[in-house]
């Protein structure tokens, strides 16, 4: 993923919903290269659209808990920043891990809080089917 951490392409992610302008989490939609070949190999294995984007968070910079918006679940790479954990919250409980790739259902409410470094990460979302049908379909998480 060599151009994850160009900085050219990237903008501030904003809220599709309220239109909020984050100041420390940026987006970088991926059309083309490396990154799209490998979101093109798990959309074949997938059966449906997966979309590719580079996402950078700032350290120190919390990004608390929330669902995803239309993205049912996701194939994450954590690029940099893997010590930094994910939390997820569900039923009043929270359990925080850490990982390098990881299929996550982003319906469950979840929060990257204060990375203690740039927290690179590269996202392959997935609208059309929900964690349950994409895991029975990748074998290998």
């Keep these: 993923m060599e151009h994850a951490k160009e900085e050219d392409g990237y903008e501030n992610f904003i809220d599709p919903k309220g239109g909020k302008v ?8 991926v059309d083309s290269g490396y990154g799209k070949e490998i979101s093109n190999i798990f959309q074949d294995i997938v059966e449906c659209e997966v979309r590719p984007r580079f996402y950078i968070q700032n350290p ?5 808990f929330h669902q ?5 679940c996701a194939i994450n790479i954590v690029l940099q920043g893997e010590e930094d954990k994910i939390t997820f919250r569900e039923h009043g409980l929270e359990e925080s891990i850490s990982y390098k790739i990881a299929l996550l259902n982003v319906q469950n409410e979840h929060a990257v809080f204060s990375p203690t470094k740039r927290r690179y990460l590269f996202k392959m979302s997935i609208f059309e089917k929900s964690f349950d049908e994409v ?3 990748i074998h290998f998480f």
């Design 22 to 29: 984050f100041d420390n989490w940026f987006i970088k939609r």
């Design 60 to 64: 120190g910079w919390s990004l608390g």
């Design 68 to 72: 995803d918006r239309g993205t049912q």
């Design 135 to 137: 895991r029975k379909n």
